[in-house]
T-cell receptor, first 114, second 114 residues
């Protein structure tokens, strides 16, 4: 039979509430992580990054948390706004053996409800 | 800087035809990446270059796909012959260095093979 497409998990959040988007990464050797936002018809845009020697980093309205023990990343968006509606991807950078790759997760769709 | 520039934005071609996608990275960026995005498989890394040299092409689906970077300001991704299953959005991205900074994405080329 025909394969189905990726089922993007969707997070629906009321405007003004906080959003938490989660991501599991694959390689325990990854040492650099990025969150990207992709709006319809556009390329992914950088939001925030974090290195493996940190467990938390804050930006403007966004916070990234890294738990290396369970290979988990989360993106917290404070006071979510309609303009935050997009698909969010985490990316890990695999830099072992001198090669550098940005590997992306499957993404989470954030819907902001007015 | 205008960011990563891709052309064309949209391409519709018939099965069997050759397709060439173009990318101009951000000036001064040493790394260039080609990604393919589909509903089935998400964002996949096809190939990346460092200082115009292909480093990892393990993501290139098959011999019909080839990529070149003749100089620091230009790269092409060619599909010959194209097939309907190649229909996707192809993104080019560049970064100043890999493993420490984010990759900047172009707007993508939406390829439809009929």
């Amino acid at each position: 039979g025909e394969s189905v497409g990726l089922h993007l998990p969707t997070l629906s959040v009321q405007e003004g509430d906080n959003s938490i988007i989660n991501c599991a990464y694959s390689n325990s050797a990854s040492d650099y992580f990025i969150w990207y936002k992709q709006e319809s018809g556009k390329g992914p845009q950088f939001i925030i990054d974090i290195r493996s020697n940190m467990d938390k980093r804050q930006g403007q309205r966004v916070t990234v948390l890294l738990n290396k023990t369970v290979k988990h990343l989360s993106l917290q968006i404070a006071a979510t706004q309609p303009g935050d509606s997009a698909v969010y991807f985490c990316a890990e950078n695999l830099s072992g053996s001198g090669t550098y790759k940005y590997i992306f997760g499957t993404g989470t769709r954030l819907k902001v409800l007015a | 800087d205008a960011g990563v520039i891709q052309s064309p934005r949209h391409e519709v071609t018939e099965m069997g035809q050759e397709v060439t996608l173009r990318c101009k990275p951000i000036s001064g960026h040493d790394y260039l990446f080609w990604y393919r995005q589909t509903m089935m498989r998400g964002l996949e890394l096809l190939i990346y270059f460092n200082n115009n040299v292909p480093i990892d092409d393990s993501g290139m689906p098959e011999d019909r796909f080839s990529a070149k970077m003749p100089n620091a300001s230009f790269s092409t991704l060619k599909i010959q012959p194209s097939e309907p299953r190649d229909s996707a959005v192809y993104f080019c991205a560049s970064s100043l260095e890999a493993g420490n900074t984010e990759a900047f994405f172009g707007q993508g080329t939406r390829l439809t093979v009929v």
